[in-house]
């Protein structure tokens, strides 16, 4: 390792030739890289929900409903239904859309005296313009119940437009589009866009935008606590062209390998900013220190003396993101983990070989020290806030041992209060349109997320149409269920057009009768497949429910088709409450799986670094009270685990460790001189904590800060995760330089380490 050391020193020209070439090579890929916002392209293929979910979209024309809403003081007027009936026309010619449903083009049995009719509910070649036949279809259309808060509100105050959108199109091009229509039709009227697709666009939308506010933000947040730490442009400059380099060569391998950014892996540039930085400022710090001369020798040493910490510490933050592939539903989610983790390693290798390579171009003397680096030790936010640490450690070591015991006890304490949030809308701002929407879709028209049942069996025998009837009963029997639709609405209202009442057929002949009167009908393709061995049932839910309703819901539903006798007919639930259950139970999961994966990895970490089992539980006391901290934190200020806070507990493995590293890595060097010298286990303490307790408390608070910017993201979750990060590294990085070193003076533990070579005599020791 000293030998690479050195080439890397000596060698720096053609090092840094390198890495420009390579960053100049993936840099160029960046102009492909794409933005996938659709959650539901992130949802696993091999999950049966899910095939289940994809089948029904492709085979009954698109799962994806995108809608809109136009409010009016009465939408029964000619000129309302002049405008519906001309966005239904433009809406449904745009590529991307299946099928558009609104008043206009809606199929409608009618009956009189004469018989029946088989239609559309509005004449769009005559629309009615005196008040009387308007106020004769408003009355016509408010008594049935497949139209009133179905496609229009009971006071006539809103109508529903339904865009069913084809499976596999680019919904934000598309929603864009018809939006574009609908301003373009309509400018005048008040409009509202909801569902999924929509959520998309704003989500697209959304990242686009944080993408240029953030990264410029958590730079100048991380510049300012760089300097406020180092006094020096060299201290600032250099981190910060660590994590640009490693952040163009993780998004340029993601363009190469075609992975778009998510609404999850967006945060990547402000995860390296803000933890990237950390691995130079080690490096920086150990050839700040008095003792090394900036010559060849010199800065191999320091290189070589700071590699394993530094390695290991990488190590850890990667395994805390690695940890995101297990048990992870969401695609997404292990993507951000393969690239941060990347990012990470990117960063790790340029701080230990292209940073020192820049650092060896600036020569000096060997003892002589620059105005800047003297004023570096004797000022700053270390040189003011270490010496009181330094004290309190010192002075009151038991106390901080008492209090952290009693700090975890209240904060596990708050741990059951924490709560889940999985519905794609919650992750919205109050405020935003897109939520705005929903609360009215949900309630004037039920919801506009679907839940579905695909029924498998001879759909023309009477027996099983009376199964599925009594399925659509059960569902909108459940709260949060509404508007139903499947053959069997059709069904009955021929049935009652014909005179039979408004009831489904009694025999195999009557149905084959009244189906042969809907064929060619387009509705048809979306409720029946062409063998008639397949229906599906489908009604909207409220976007509002909660992770246990959901639950409950899904149950209910599951436990009525297990008593179906599936001989006669097979039912199979899917739909966004499915969904929604599977990921918040992947949530538990992941969230145990990572957290046990990523402890376990960096016990074992900390047991190759300081050589003894004790050793290795010691390192762990930090991340532990941390983690205790955070989930109460969690608890008590009413913060939810979603798919961004479940990240939280591994970033807080992968990076707090960090600092239990560099502290007892340090701490094991100075221990080894303080024995060698006969010198009190208070002196490495006071030793450990006037060097790398200094670089850690910048990396603390450029990582915290840096991480705190994400408050100003536009999607609540990765707010909350911003907010989580902050008070994870504040109370990791304080643990390990004031708890840590507490616990070693109160125990005076003196632990069986590997032996570690004393520095020359002579060696300036802090007093």
């Not at 063998?531 to 509002?544: F, K, M």
């Amino acid at each position: 390792m000293k030998k690479l050391a050195r080439q890397i020193i000596e060698k720096n020209r053609l090092v840094i030739v390198l890495f420009t070439l390579i960053t100049l090579f993936l840099g160029f890929f960046l102009r492909d890289l794409k933005i996938n916002p659709d959650i539901l392209s992130y949802f696993p293929k091999n999950d049966p929900d899910v095939q289940l979910f994809n089948y029904l979209g492709e085979e009954y024309g698109g799962n994806s409903l995108a809608m809109i809403v136009l409010e009016n003081e009465e939408i029964f007027t000619t000129e309302t239904f002049a405008l519906i009936d001309e966005l239904t026309t433009r809406l449904q010619l745009e590529p991307g859309v299946a099928y558009v449903t609104s008043l206009t083009n809606t199929l409608d049995i009618k009956t009189d005296e004469y018989g029946f009719e088989i239609g559309r509910l509005v004449d769009t070649a005559n629309l009615p313009r005196d008040p009387e036949a308007l106020a004769i279809l408003k009355e016509y259309t408010l008594g049935k119940e497949m139209y009133r808060n179905n496609l229009v509100t009971e006071d006539a105050t809103a109508t529903l437009i339904i865009c069913r959108l084809q499976t596999n199109s680019d919904q934000v091009a598309t929603c864009r589009r018809l939006q574009e229509i609908v301003a373009e039709v309509a400018p005048a009227m008040k409009i509202y866009y909801g569902g999924i697709p929509f959520m998309i666009l704003d989500l697209h939308n959304m990242i686009t935008d944080d993408l240029k506010i953030l990264i410029p933000m958590v730079s100048l947040v991380i510049i300012f606590f760089l300097y406020l730490g180092f006094r020096k442009w060299e201290g600032v400059f250099l981190p910060l062209l660590a994590v640009a380099i490693s952040l163009i060569w993780t998004l340029g391998v993601m363009s190469l390998l075609k992975i778009p950014l998510s609404i999850i892996s967006n945060v990547i540039p402000v995860v390296l900013f803000a933890v990237g930085n950390a691995y130079t400022i080690h490096v920086l710090s150990r050839f700040n220190e008095a003792r090394i001369a900036r010559t060849n020798d010199g800065l191999a040493t320091a290189l070589y003396e700071v590699t394993t910490p530094v390695s290991l510490a990488g190590i850890t933050t990667i395994a805390g993101f690695i940890s995101f592939i297990f048990g992870s539903y969401l695609v997404m989610i292990q993507e951000f983990g393969i690239f941060a983790a990347l990012g990470v390693l990117f960063t790790l290798f340029i701080s230990l070989t292209l940073i020192p390579a820049l650092l060896a171009l600036k020569r000096e003397e060997p003892g002589r020290k620059d105005k800047a680096q003297r004023k570096t030790e004797n000022t700053g936010i270390t040189g003011r806030i270490i010496p009181g640490i330094e004290k309190l450690v010192t002075k009151r070591p038991k106390t901080i041992v008492w209090v952290g015991i009693f700090l975890a006890i209240l904060a596990l304490t708050g741990i059951p209060r924490i709560s889940r949030r999985i519905n794609l809308i919650e992750y919205f701002q109050p405020q935003a349109g897109i939520r705005q929407a929903e609360a009215i879709l949900e309630e004037k028209f039920g919801g506009s997320g679907i839940i579905q049942v695909l029924a498998e069996g001879d759909i023309q025998d009477p027996a099983v149409l009376r199964e599925m009837e009594k399925m659509e009963e059960f569902l909108l029997a459940q709260d949060g269920v509404n508007n139903s639709q499947s053959i069997v609405n059709l069904l009955k209202e021929l049935n009652h057009a014909m005179g039979e009442g408004k009831v489904l057929p009694d025999t195999k002949e009557k149905v084959m009768n009244l189906w042969f009167l809907l064929e060619g009908e387009e509705v048809m393709t979306q409720l029946v497949n062409a063998g008639r061995t397949e229906a599906v049932i489908q009604a909207r839910v409220a976007g509002s429910l909660e992770a246990e309703r959901t639950h409950e819901l899904v149950t209910a539903i599951n436990e009525y088709i297990a008593g179906v006798d599936p001989e006669l007919v097979k039912f199979s639930q899917t739909g966004m409450p499915v969904i929604y259950r599977n990921l918040d139970r992947s949530i538990l999961r992941s969230q145990f799986q990572s957290l046990i994966f990523a402890v376990f990895l960096v016990f074992i970490i900390m047991l190759f670094l300081l050589g003894s089992l004790a050793g290795g539980l010691l390192g762990l006391i930090p991340i532990l009270f941390t983690l205790a901290l955070i989930f109460g934190f969690m608890g008590y200020a009413g913060i939810p685990l979603d798919i961004a806070t479940v990240l939280v507990a591994s970033v807080t493995i992968g990076i707090g460790i960090d600092y239990s590293i560099h502290f007892l890595s340090r701490y094991r060097q100075e221990l080894a001189e303080a024995r060698a010298q006969n010198l009190p286990l208070e002196t490495a303490v006071r030793a450990t904590l006037n060097t790398t307790g200094r670089a850690i408390l910048i990396n603390v608070f450029t990582v915290a800060f840096g991480f705190l910017v994400l408050i100003f993201s536009q999607l609540l979750p990765i707010q909350r995760f911003g907010v989580l990060v902050f008070v994870t590294m504040l109370a990791s990085g304080f643990s390990a330089i004031i708890l840590l070193p507490a616990v070693l003076l109160s125990s005076g533990a003196r632990f069986h380490l590997r032996p570690v070579a004393c520095r020359k005599a002579g060696i300036k020791k802090v007093k």
